[in-house]
């Protein structure tokens, strides 16, 4: 929506700047998308005089000027033919950019002889095409500003453009006074009141108009026109072709020009039919379809049966409220006419319009919802103007239908204002405010006007008020906290535990994924899932059927991608959920993690190596270790069916697994397509317990003075029992001297069972005993060791080597 700033003061008495208005503007929520102020690019400019004009000694078309300026006497070389003593011309002062040529100028030398600066034609100064001489001004003093004589003389010349973006909920700013009435409202002047006149009619109208009776609820419930005969359809005054132009529309005529100048003043769309070219009367219809129709924009659409036409004898003149026909089109040789202004519903208007891809300024406003009840009003306002700028004399108003009743009222209630907004707006203010925006109030009932179609609640009210009283000024309140001190942490333990987790993981060399929560039915199934009660119901694809049972699944896809493009040494890792059924409980927490190919680099020594179990074990203890679990757990050997069955296990504690670690099962690594060895971890979050102690202190470092003492012992035991029954039961000899027990040897093979019999293995383990009160004697230390050989030996059914 684009008008000018003295079309504007039409509506608006303002002394408001052009960035005051600007700011209102945009702060109402007409957003101002461009400001086009000619009057910026000219306020360099001062006015001078010529005092004498002397030939240029070395070039016959040149004359050397003496300008007087308000910086004194200035020598200025000077090409146009009207150069001349006595004459008031505009200066361009070295320094200024001149926007015509696109030039700074500078002091220059023109053949040998210094001028200081230029004076100015209209096309230098983008005023008009006109270049033949420097402009001379009629009057004028020395040193005043060129842009303030203009704004006397020239206004149009500088008047602002606005153009502002409309929201599809505020059809009323569609037209110049709807913005004027805005600002109004706000405080930047007052808003001029619009006398409608009825125009007598002199004769009854020879046209009569009918809306089909299906029409008059949903589609036309009033159409209303009137016949002006002997207009003079010439050119349009200079002032309102300037107006049209100034907003980007071409002037064509008189009669043409009136009706868009209705369109964007006051958001009233007309027509007019040249009644020369129009057979019997006018009936508003639907179409029975396929009828086609030669619009204004010189292009023939076909009409769909139902679509509002106006008809006459000759057939469809007019789509309703979206544009008028060629054949009944005014021109230069139209003296009888008939100014059409009718009310069409928005719904039927954006249908027929986007059928047939038709944009027009009619049907912009129309689908948008026009004032209904400015329809005559508008008619009346139309006839003046054509009378005035054509002449003629009008006719009784020919009309059908009536106005629609769109009245509403909803409660105005001050204090949920006042709440709902933030702001401190007295009851007062809001009654002002609501009454500027043309709202009645009954009481606390507020009636919209009839041009606001939007306001539909009590919401609106609110919105209404605020925005007039400006969200600017809305200052920031904190909340009120419910608790005094020091506030509690923001983050649940458990989602502290999933960043640590997180953090951990990445720490250790792996790259985090996020991947779909949905996989597959083959994948699923793969990995205990693939249910019913995880079927999605509309999936995006037929690779995201399944709510995924395990993290594993999408890392496996994505380390099979990966190695279809080269990169075959993979360290990938998720935290997220994984669903074991369609109900909210039935979902737990996982962290993930998959090292595939080699466990580093190639480098001379030979260090480079397949990864193992074990680095998925070290890396699982050391997430585990983060989160807090406990130190001690048993490793088991209940797996699922996607573990390796023989090089993986399952940390627990009882009953509550904690997680899983080892190498992949080969098969399901063929299955999802990659290209082993792999190894993986999967950590169940939420099966972690929590400490018991919740504050965030350590305990105190406990250290000991006294000489620590390590005992070596080898057992011989069946080669299918675990090195870890082993340490847990040599832990478990005296818990308070024992500090820990490593396994650092084992003799197993072919060697072995050679020297200890069939089936034997020898596990080696190192027992530290640290005292804390007293130095251990020889005495307690055979007595700890004759424990632990008897409790390893009780738990693995081995014997103490010999």
């Known amino acids: 929506m684009k008008f000018t700033l003295?079309?504007?003061?039409d509506h608006l008495d303002t002394t408001a700047t052009v960035d005051e208005i600007a700011y209102a503007l945009t702060d109402l929520g007409l957003e101002v998308e461009e400001v086009i102020d000619p009057a910026a690019k000219l306020a360099a400019f001062t006015l001078a005089r010529v005092t004498a004009a002397s030939q240029h000694p070395d070039?016959?078309?040149?004359?050397v000027c003496t300008v007087q300026t308000d910086e004194g006497e200035k020598q200025i070389v000077c090409g146009a033919p009207n150069a001349r003593e006595g004459i008031t011309v505009v200066?361009?002062?070295p320094g200024d950019y001149v926007p015509g040529i696109d030039v700074t100028l500078s002091i220059g030398k023109i053949r040998g002889v210094e001028s200081h600066g230029m004076m100015a034609s209209e096309r230098e100064l983008e005023l008009s095409d006109e270049h033949n001489g420097i402009i001379?001004?009629?009057?004028?003093?020395?040193g005043q500003k060129f842009t303030d004589w203009l704004a006397a003389n020239r206004p149009e010349a500088v008047d602002p453009?606005?153009?502002?973006?409309?929201?599809?909920?505020?059809?009323?700013?569609?037209?110049?006074?709807?913005?004027?009435?805005?600002?109004?409202?706000r405080g930047l002047g007052m808003l001029k009141p619009l006398e409608v006149e009825p125009v007598p009619g002199g004769f009854p109208s020879p046209v009569s108009v009918s809306i089909d009776p299906a029409l008059k609820e949903k589609g036309c419930p009033l159409f209303a026109g009137r016949v002006i005969r002997g207009v003079t359809n010439g050119p349009s005054p200079e002032w309102l072709q300037k107006r049209l132009r100034a907003i980007g529309l071409r002037p064509i005529s008189a009669l043409v020009d009136i009706t868009n100048y209705f369109t964007y003043d006051l958001n009233r769309p007309l027509h007019v039919f040249d009644m020369a070219k129009v057979a019997g009367d006018l009936r508003i219809q639907p179409a029975k379809g396929g009828e086609e129709f030669l619009a204004l924009d010189e292009k023939t659409y076909t009409v769909r049966a139902g679509d509002i036409v106006i008809c006459d004898d000759n057939g469809v003149e007019s789509l309703a409220g979206i544009m008028g026909g060629e054949a009944s089109g005014a021109d230069e040789n139209t003296v009888d006419v008939f100014l059409e202004s009718a009310y069409w519903t928005p719904i039927t208007i954006a249908a027929t319009g986007r059928a047939l891809k038709i944009n027009s300024d009619a049907r912009y406003r129309f689908e948008r919802g026009v004032d209904p009840e400015f329809t005559l009003p508008g008619l009346e306002l139309a006839t003046q103007m054509v009378l005035d700028l054509c002449g003629g004399e009008a006719s009784e108003i020919a009309m059908d239908g009536a106005v629609p009743d769109t009245t509403r009222a909803y409660r105005l209630d001050p204090a949920r204002v006042i709440s709902l907004v933030g702001m401190e707006i007295p009851e007062a203010t809001q009654r002002e405010t609501l009454t500027a925006l043309g709202f009645t109030l009954n009481g606390d009932m507020a009636t919209p006007p009839s041009w606001r179609p939007d306001v539909l609640g009590e919401a609106d009210l609110v919105e209404e008020v605020a925005r007039i009283a400006s969200l600017t000024k809305l200052k920031g309140t904190p909340m009120a906290r419910e608790t005094s001190g020091v506030p509690g942490?923001?983050?649940?333990?458990?989602?502290?535990?999933?960043?640590?987790?997180?953090?951990t993981i990445a720490s250790l060399g792996y790259n985090e994924c996020v991947t779909y929560s949905f996989i597959d039915a083959a994948s699923a199934t793969l990995f205990g899932g693939g249910a019913d009660a995880t079927k999605l119901d509309n999936p995006i694809s037929s690779e995201m059927t399944h709510m995924r049972p395990d993290l594993l699944p999408g890392l496996l896809q994505a380390a099979s991608r990966n190695q279809a493009r080269g990169f075959t040494?993979?360290?990938l890792f998720e935290v997220g959920p994984a669903f074991s059924g369609g109900e909210p409980g039935e979902q737990v927490v996982q962290a993930a993690g998959l090292l595939v190919g080699q466990a580093g680099p190639r480098d001379p020594w030979g260090s480079r190596r397949p990864v193992d179990l074990y680095d998925a074990k070290a890396d699982l203890e050391a997430a585990l270790s983060a989160i807090g679990a406990p130190a001690r757990a048993q490793i088991t050997r209940k797996l699922d069916g996607w573990w390796h069955p023989g090089r993986a296990g399952t940390l627990a504690l009882g009953p509550n697994v904690l997680a899983s670690f080892g190498e992949v099962h080969p098969k399901t690594l063929r299955e999802m397509?990659?290209?082993?060895?792999?190894?993986?971890?999967?950590?169940?979050?939420?099966?972690?317990?929590f400490p018991k102690k919740k504050g965030a202190t350590r305990p105190a470092l406990s250290s000991s003075d006294l000489q620590a003492v390590e005992r070596d012992f080898a057992f011989v035991m069946d080669s299918q029992v675990e090195a870890i029954t082993a340490v847990n039961a040599a832990l478990g000899a005296d818990k308070k001297l024992i500090d820990s027990v490593q396994v650092f040897d084992q003799f197993t093979g072919a060697k072995a069972e050679e020297q200890m019999g069939a089936g034997k293995k020898s596990i080696a383990l190192s027992v530290r005993l640290q005292p804390t009160d007293k130095t251990l004697t020889d005495a307690e230390i055979e007595a700890v060791s004759a424990k632990i050989v008897d409790k390893v030996s009780k738990a693995t059914g081995g014997s103490l080597r010999s």
């Open 6 to 9: 003295s079309w504007l003061k």
């Open 59 to 63: 070039a016959d078309r040149l004359r």
């Open 91 to 93: 200066l361009c002062k």
């Open 136 to 142: 001379e001004l009629p009057s004028g003093e020395v």
């Open 161 to 185: 453009v606005f153009d502002i973006a409309i929201t599809p909920n505020r059809p009323d700013a569609l037209g110049v006074r709807g913005i004027a009435r805005d600002l109004a409202a």
């Open 489 to 503: 942490p923001i983050l649940t333990p458990m989602q502290v535990r999933t960043r640590m987790a997180r953090r």
């Open 569 to 571: 040494d993979l360290a």
């Open 673 to 689: 397509g990659v290209k082993g060895p792999a190894v993986a971890f999967t950590i169940r979050l939420e099966n972690v317990p």
